[in-house]
């Protein structure tokens, strides 16, 4: 297998065709950002609650994460002064128009946006030169994005990204198509086999296709969501897909912001402690299951504090903090913290760098 062509992104061009995916709280951070991009690669920086360790986090979570994305970012650009980096930003998260704002006015190359359809996210990035990404799951979504940016703002986005339902945290799909869904090929009468869901990717591919006539432009197009070794990555490509998201496969790394037992977690995990798991606002996940998922499934938390984190969840009616739970596992307490992950989590049996994963993946 040769290796593939470069990514290029408007004015942006990078080598390997391969994004980190965003994954927070506090896993995706400057170390594993900056390190992916000197790989060649882009680094994608979670700005989930990314000021978790500053002193006010608790009183002004807003203001400490808006401050801690500026030095993150700046610490990244000292990994990968040449490097392309930008954030991973949730349409669900409280004030999501300042954290767009804030990216772009930092200098981030680029954001890319989904836990919701960032309708308006090109009037958030007017007038600077980030790069922006919707992350879509079907072709109707792709063109509900596509023809809402072309009607109010004449203009497309840079690039997409396609998650699929085997991804990690919050999804997409409904909890159905989730646990319906079965990677192997032969399960065939699923409602997601991963023939059904390429069949989703042609069709979004044909959306998209359409925006590059009308502009006269490329939009390169992502595949995300399982894409965990060489032969996957093969496999996404082979569909006319541009380059592709990976994840999980970049937590069991060293230059991953994530604590050592974190990383444990996801090298001791087996097939059946990939769970879907139902989130504070009402949206499917996916975790490993652990204690925390126990007691929470039997009985739950009494919420003291509200952070103020996602526009959905209601802290009365809650079965946890999903900031608190995801917190305490960036911390190293992994019997209390929620874990997310994606569907093939378990096949990581060891620690590598993000070098070896670029090479393993790129050939």
């Known amino acids: 297998m040769g290796r593939y062509q470069p990514l290029s992104i408007g004015d942006l061009r990078i080598k390997n065709p391969v994004i980190q995916g965003g994954m927070g709280i506090g896993i995706s951070l400057s170390s594993l950002a900056g390190s992916v991009a000197?790989?060649?690669?882009?680094?994608?920086?979670?700005?989930a609650q990314i000021g978790f360790r500053e002193p006010d986090f608790e009183k002004h979570p807003k203001e400490a994460n808006l401050r801690s994305m500026e030095k993150e970012l700046a610490k990244a650009r000292k990994i990968a002064p040449e490097g392309v980096i930008g954030f991973n930003i949730m349409v669900a998260t409280k004030d999501y128009p300042d954290y767009v704002k804030k990216a772009a006015e930092i200098g981030a190359d680029v954001i890319v946006s989904g836990a919701g359809l960032p309708v308006n996210l090109p009037e958030y990035t007017a007038g600077s030169r980030v790069k922006i990404a919707p992350i879509v799951s079907s072709p109707k979504s792709a063109s509900v994005i596509c023809k809402m940016w072309d009607r109010k703002y004449h203009n497309v986005p840079d690039f997409v990204v396609i998650e699929g339902p085997l991804a990690g945290g919050h999804l997409g799909f409904s909890r159905e198509d989730l646990t319906g869904f079965k990677a192997d090929r032969e399960d065939t009468d699923k409602v997601y086999d991963r023939d059904g869901y390429?069949?989703?990717?042609?069709?979004?591919?044909?959306?998209?296709?359409?925006f590059e006539n009308?502009?006269?432009?490329?939009?390169?197009?992502?595949?995300?969501?399982?894409?965990?070794?060489?032969?996957?990555?093969?496999?996404?490509m082979s569909l006319g897909l541009d380059g592709v998201q990976v994840g999980t496969r970049f937590v069991t790394t060293v230059e991953c912001d994530a604590p050592d037992a974190y990383k444990k977690a996801y090298i001791q995990a087996k097939k059946e402690d990939i769970v879907i798991v139902k989130s504070p606002v009402g949206m499917p996940g996916r975790a490993i299951w652990n204690p925390f998922l126990e007691k929470v499934?039997?009985?739950?938390?009494?919420?003291?504090?509200?952070?103020?984190?996602?526009?959905?969840?209601?802290?009365?009616?809650?079965?946890?903090?999903?900031?608190?739970?995801?917190?305490?596992?960036?911390?190293?307490?992994?019997?209390?913290?929620?874990?997310?992950?994606?569907?093939?989590?378990?096949?990581?049996?060891?620690?590598?760098?993000?070098?070896?994963?670029?090479?393993?993946?790129?050939?």
């Open 297 to 363: 499934s039997e009985k739950p938390e009494n919420i003291t504090h509200c952070f103020r984190c996602l526009e959905h969840c209601n802290p009365v009616t809650a079965p946890y903090c999903i900031t608190m739970a995801l917190i305490r596992a960036a911390l190293g307490q992994i019997e209390d913290g929620l874990l997310f992950c994606g569907y093939n989590a378990y096949r990581c049996d060891r620690m590598e760098t993000v070098e070896e994963v670029m090479a393993d993946l790129c050939g």
């Open 214 to 236: 009308q502009y006269r432009c490329k939009i390169p197009v992502i595949g995300a969501g399982g894409i965990f070794s060489r032969e996957d990555m093969a496999h996404h």
């Open 38 to 47: 000197k790989a060649g690669g882009i680094g994608l920086i979670s700005t």
């Open 198 to 210: 390429d069949q989703e990717i042609l069709g979004i591919l044909e959306v998209i296709k359409k």
